[in-house]
């Protein structure tokens, strides 16, 4: 079985909250928590839940002989990182880089058949960010070992985040309120993320995956933007909708999860793009890569390489492919750019936003590229082929369906931050409250509708 369908959630959820909310206290509730996310990630990846509760395992001990070491606390860290970081090496890179090996040296090394397991770099950067928090005092190791499993397999975030760090939580893992008020926030969070993925990010990835599999000869420099801008909107409503269920079911639980998107593409620069957009990811590699390198406290040079290693290591992060890679490095790249020349930037006006767009869309070819090959081309039709064939334009027309072309204005006014400028409004938010909960029935009602006729497709990030 997979996560290639959402029906098991829609009706394994509603049972785990009722439950939840008929056992009495916190420890129970704990426990039956542990045992419902077992039962989902097991659902999905079998005998791989084995691999997660060893991870937990490991982690939980070595935070206990931490907290308990006066000498080697550094070398149970280093065998805690390797450890970690080879089992994520092992399951994610292995292909990689054998396949790397093979076409460099020219040698015929077998590549294994290893089969990724949903969600193993989200689980292993929490295990790992609760260690490093032992090792520099900011907590103490946790002696309740279900409180670890809890914060470790917990089923809303645990196969697509956000990236949850253990001092952000571990009070509410002792203790947390529950009330009607939250709860129906939560619902209304749930089925605003659920709305993301199914009428906004399906019907854009119907579009992106048209344009990205298309031939060379088939391809036109308007087609190639199209598919572009689409799969720029699919990721984001994506991404950010599997962040919002997940935030609104931990709500329903009494959890309060990290925002991890905060309307990335009304971004000012690629540095502020990156304050928005997958906000867990970039606030571990910085708390836990960049400012140990040094940050930016050795100079210029040594700035610019901490910041180049973090973004090869994000991009690396997406995916055992050098097009992640290269999209990492791209992004690295104009934010080193943009430290050299901060009075460039500032010139640029409203023409900023202009600029961070086109350099996100771009990059984001790099990422949906099955190759660099293709990659490469799909660059190169995108900016230099204007050429407008007859077979150019029937598959543009194809591209541009009629529930294409009435979604995209949708998307485009959800990404801005329009509703936020209302909620900044006093008057507005007593109506805006109001309408919120009374949209979010018809909005649950179309999400139901779409996924009976079969359109639901995975979430992009279940894959990393």
């Given at each position: ?332 790249m104009f934010l080193t750019l943009e430290t050299i020349f901060p009075k460039m930037i500032k010139k640029m006006g409203v023409f900023r936003h202009l600029y961070v767009l086109l350099v996100v869309c771009t990059g984001f070819v790099i990422f949906r590229a099955d190759s660099m090959e293709q990659a490469g081309m799909l660059l190169e039709v995108m900016f230099t082929k204007p050429a407008w064939t007859v077979t150019i334009e029937a598959a543009t027309a194809g591209a ?65």
């Amino acid at each position: 079985m997979t996560f290639s369908s959402i029906p098991f959630l829609c009706a394994f959820f509603p049972v785990v909250v009722i439950l939840y909310y008929l056992i009495p206290f916190t420890k129970l509730k704990n426990c039956f928590l542990i045992a419902a996310s077992l039962l989902f990630y097991a659902y999905g990846e079998g005998i791989y839940v084995l691999l997660m509760l060893l991870c937990v395992c490991f982690n939980y001990l070595t935070a206990i002989l931490l907290d308990h070491s006066k000498k080697g606390k550094k070398l149970l860290l280093i065998l805690a990182i390797v450890m970690n970081l080879g089992v994520l090496g092992i399951y994610k890179y292995a292909e990689m880089i054998i396949v790397t090996v093979n076409r460099i040296a020219g040698t015929e090394i077998s590549v294994p058949a290893i089969h990724l397991p949903i969600g193993i770099s989200f689980f292993i950067f929490q295990a790992l960010s609760y260690v490093i928090d032992v090792y520099q005092n900011k907590v103490k190791a946790d002696k309740s070992f279900i409180r670890i499993l809890l914060y470790i397999s917990f089923f809303p975030q645990l196969i697509a985040g956000p990236i949850i760090k253990y001092h952000d939580i571990s009070e509410q893992l002792g203790r947390r309120k529950l009330s009607l008020r939250r709860s129906c926030q939560g619902v209304r969070r749930f089925i605003v993320g659920l709305s993301k993925k199914v009428l906004i990010a399906n019907t854009m990835g119907l579009t992106a995956d048209y344009v990205f599999s298309m031939q060379y000869e088939e391809l036109g420099m308007l087609l190639v933007w199209i598919g572009a801008i689409a799969f720029f909107f699919q990721i984001y409503f994506d991404f950010s909708g599997y962040s919002d269920m997940a935030i609104g079911m931990g709500r329903m639980f009494g959890f309060d999860f990290m925002e991890n998107f905060h309307y990335p593409y009304a971004a000012k620069s690629i540095q502020d793009f990156w304050r928005r957009w997958h906000i867990s990811l970039s606030g571990w590699f910085r708390e836990y890569l960049y400012i140990p390198l040094g940050g930016n406290r050795k100079g210029e040079t040594r700035t610019w390489f901490n910041r180049l290693v973090v973004f090869f290591l994000t991009g690396l992060w997406h995916g055992a492919s050098w097009t992640f890679v290269v999209w990492g490095l791209f992004h690295g790249m104009f934010l080193t750019l943009e430290t050299i020349f901060p009075k460039m930037i500032k010139k640029m006006g409203v023409f900023r936003h202009l600029y961070v767009l086109l350099v996100v869309c771009t990059g984001f070819v790099i990422f949906r590229a099955d190759s660099m090959e293709q990659a490469g081309m799909l660059l190169e039709v995108m900016f230099t082929k204007p050429a407008w064939t007859v077979t150019i334009e029937a598959a543009t027309a194809g591209a541009c369906n009629l529930l294409f072309l009435v979604t995209l204005p949708v998307a485009v006014i959800c990404s801005v931050p329009i509703l936020e400028w209302m909620k900044g409004r006093q008057r507005m938010r007593p109506l805006l409250e109001g309408v919120s909960y009374m949209i979010s029935i018809p909005l649950l009602l179309a999400c139901l509708v779409s996924l009976a006729g079969g359109t639901y497709n995975p979430f992009i990030y279940f894959r990393f």
